[in-house]
């Protein structure tokens, strides 16, 4: 269901009710946050909000109850990934087997050609050229980690989709990843040891998942018997930043779009997106965790990390997402 402008003015002129959460959650510019709970605790993983060149590090923090943050700076950094030179973003966060997997894409990456097309990667680590999808590995949440392999997980271009913004999840004991930017989206598989990638049984190594209106950010979560896909749509630096989801029943689709649940709600913020999502263990109480730009806006890196709550109606449909303070 789409979200229009009345319903988005309606949903703004009810925010003099505030987040039992205290939105933003936690200070400083960050984005892209990946929200996880492990055992009573939450961890949000989020990416540092700055010049790509700067975006060197990560940051994670921890809560009891989502209200209170603790910060554990520096968890993985370039130091610890040799061929990352900058813009490390969008982590994706794990626990299996008591290690921790900390996903991540580094390198604003560009094939040979240096288009936004299928190819070869560059051959030379740079900012604007090799680099990919990682993964590392740590004892603790709060690390340190270090870098599993020694190399992207995946830095080849299929589909035309940039190697990035990835998103991993368990069905039926195998675990895949849903990846991609440039308006593309690929599924691959995963070996269990998370070192490589296996083909699927036709022997392909990638399959298309780009659904309507996709730009990056992909997020699949399973309520109920449906399978859930949410990603980002319009452009991270402007004001059309938003979420959209479709439905399926099962991870591979096929998926119906639904439209539009999160966007533009003035006069609070603007470029809400590339979220998570966690629900309550023991109940079907659903959080989104995401970034947005506040008014008055002060620059392309100034987001901030929320959390609000995520809710279905009665045909297992996600309802309007209300921005708090």
Request: glycine share 10%.
């Amino acid at each position: 269901m789409n979200i229009s402008r009345r319903e988005f003015l309606l949903g703004a002129a009810a925010l003099v009710a505030t987040s039992s959460f205290g939105n933003p959650i936690f200070g400083g510019w960050y984005a892209d946050p990946q929200i996880r709970r492990y055992g009573d605790t939450y961890w949000v993983f989020p990416t540092t909000s700055a010049k790509f060149e700067k975006q060197t590090s990560f940051d994670a923090f921890s809560s009891s109850d989502m209200k209170t943050w603790t910060k554990h700076p520096r968890i993985l950094t370039t130091n610890e990934v040799t061929w990352a030179k900058g813009a490390m973003w969008a982590p994706d966060a794990h626990e299996i087997g008591g290690k921790y997997y900390l996903f991540f894409s580094a390198n604003d990456a560009y094939p040979a050609s240096g288009k936004r097309e299928d190819g070869e990667p560059q051959a030379q680590a740079k900012l604007e050229g090799y680099g990919g999808i990682g993964v590392a590995v740590a004892e603790r949440p709060e690390g340190p980690y270090h870098d599993l392999i020694g190399k992207p997980l995946i830095d080849r271009f299929w589909n035309c989709a940039q190697p990035i913004d990835q998103y991993v999840f368990e069905y039926k004991g195998d675990w895949y990843m849903v990846y991609g930017g440039w308006w593309r989206c690929n599924l691959v598989k995963l070996a269990r040891d998370f070192k490589s990638l296996v083909p699927f049984e036709d022997g392909a190594m990638w399959r298309d998942m780009t659904p309507k209106d996709y730009v990056e950010g992909s997020v699949m979560f399973e309520r109920k018997g449906r399978w859930y896909f949410m990603y980002s749509g319009g452009s991270w630096t402007r004001d059309t930043y938003c979420v959209n989801y479709s439905v399926g029943d099962s991870p591979f689709g096929p998926f119906v779009f639904k439209g539009k649940v999160l966007g533009v709600q003035r006069p609070l913020a603007t470029g809400a997106g590339h979220h998570s999502v966690a629900c309550k263990p023991g109940t079907d109480e659903w959080y989104i965790c995401y970034h947005r730009r506040p008014i008055p806006s002060k620059g392309r890196d100034h987001r901030v990390v929320c959390i609000d709550r995520m809710e279905f109606d009665a045909n297992g449909e996600i309802k309007p997402i209300v921005m708090t303070e």
